[in-house]
């Protein structure tokens, strides 16, 4: 059986859900890398990774994806991680820099404004680099650690998990594990378990701890901020409401003419079993 290969995000955030992949056992059947989270799209649309961390918004991109259940990187508060940061009031932004790292936020972003926030809007994609990305448009979204090490205090600042949940009374999802379905006849029976294991094992206090530890200088942040992010902010379950959240979210994005209509959610567990 060849080894599938799996494609991650280096955001703390995914941390918890690689850690019997780094830990454990899990990462010896498999073919591991890290990169940014748009990019984990499209090395599984190009066929370079078998399995991903992908974007939200990349599902109603790629076909023939099937969803490893009950597993996501959402937030049912504010995120702290996923950032609008204006030098002006948000109803005075007309001129938005957008992180090219990103997918669903740069999506999430454009429904915000398109909705609830005023249209009219102009969008620049750019490199995620604030003081550049600020020096020609009036504001500009940041994610993950970058957004984490901002100083809000000198921007007007926007938490897009906390506007999404304001409005609409709803979790969202910013990402979750998919796979294509080619390597599915490669794939061990319980690869929807090892991914919920390597989860569960990842979330503990005890791994958390760690976590932080290590985390806590690279990113210049306290261990006490770390363990609070990753606690309290982020939501490591794909749930009924995180479900409800993610089906609005197409729905919005594709009232906008922001992404395509996504196809139905299709789990591992039906499409590796199915008979028909």
């Known amino acids: 059986m060849s080894r599938l290969r799996i494609s991650a995000i280096s955001f703390l955030n995914t941390v918890p859900l690689m850690w019997d992949f780094e830990h454990g056992a899990a990462g010896a059947s498999f073919d591991i ?11 599984l649309q190009a066929g370079t990774a078998d399995i991903g961390i992908i974007p939200a918004a990349a599902y109603a ?17 504010p995120v702290r991680s996923i950032l609008v940061l204006s030098k002006v009031p948000i109803e005075k932004i007309r001129t938005v820099a957008l992180d090219t790292s990103s997918m669903t936020s740069v999506a999430l972003t454009k429904i915000l404004f398109e909705r609830w926030l005023g249209g009219g809007r102009t969008f620049t994609a750019m ?29 007007f600042a926007l938490d897009l998990a906390e506007e999404w949940i304001r409005f609409t009374g709803k979790p969202f999802v910013f ?49 006490k901020d ?51």
């Open 175 to 223: 990402a979750f594990w998919a796979v294509r379905r080619a390597p599915l006849t490669n794939a061990p029976a319980d690869l929807a378990a090892i991914f919920q294991t390597s989860r569960d094992h990842g979330v503990v206090p005890e791994s958390v701890t760690l976590i932080a530890k290590d985390w806590a200088g690279r990113l210049g942040l306290s261990e």
């Open 33 to 43: 890398s890290y990169t940014l989270p748009s990019q984990c799209a499209a090395e």
């Open 61 to 77: 991109n790629i076909s023939d994806l099937v969803i490893i259940p009950d597993i996501a990187i959402a937030a049912r508060r």
């Open 226 to 276: 770390v363990r609070s992010y990753l606690t309290e902010n982020i939501h490591y379950y794909l749930d009924p409401g995180c479900l409800d959240g993610l089906q609005l979210f197409y729905r919005y994005a594709a009232e906008c003419g922001v992404l395509p209509s996504a196809p139905a959610l299709q789990f591992l567990e039906v499409a590796k079993f199915a008979t028909t």
């Open 127 to 155: 490199a995620p680099e604030v003081d550049t990305m600020l020096r020609d448009h009036d504001a500009c979204l940041v994610i993950g650690d970058t957004a984490l090490q901002v100083d809000r205090r000198k921007y």
